[in-house]
Nanobody, 124 residues
Framework: VQLQASGGGLVQPGESLTLSCKAS????????IGWFRQAPGKEREAVSC????????FVPDFVKGRFTVSRGKAKNTVELRIDNLTPEDTAVYYC??????????????????WGQGTLVTVSS
């Protein structure tokens, strides 16, 4: 399975941004897809994961309400919308999968396939 993340850029605090992850290379059931991020000087962390059946897992409590993960309109895409961006959201955002179907396992486990990452910079 190959993943390609896109949609990052430079945004001002308070603005919104939607990241997209396109998955390809799977033949049967679509896998769970998760979003992870790595801020400068910090370890990579899980943000939110979407299961095969569209169940959603959020990992850090603080993302609830500002982060929305969903299926994209384009085939085999998963989107992450971030509202009311703050400088603390500055990070490289990755999409990933463990080739399984469950969102909780993906967000709390070890993804095996990673996209290349897209940089989000929040600054005035």
């Amino acid at each position: 399975v190959q993943l390609q993340a896109s949609g990052g850029g430079l945004v001002q605090p308070g603005e919104s941004l939607t990241l997209s992850c396109k998955a390809s290379g799977f033949t049967l059931n679509r896998p769970a897809i998760g979003w992870f991020r790595q801020a400068p000087g910090k370890e990579r962390e899980a943000v939110s994961c979407l299961s095969t059946n569209n169940d959603i897992t959020f990992v850090p409590d603080f993302v609830k309400g500002r982060f929305t993960v969903s299926r994209g309109k384009a085939k085999n895409t998963v989107e992450l919308r971030i509202d009311n961006l703050t400088p603390e959201d500055t990070a490289v955002y990755y999409c990933a999968t463990d080739l399984g179907q469950a969102s909780y396992a993906l967000c709390h486990g070890r993804p095996t396939n990673w996209g290349q990452g897209t940089l989000v910079t929040v600054s005035s």
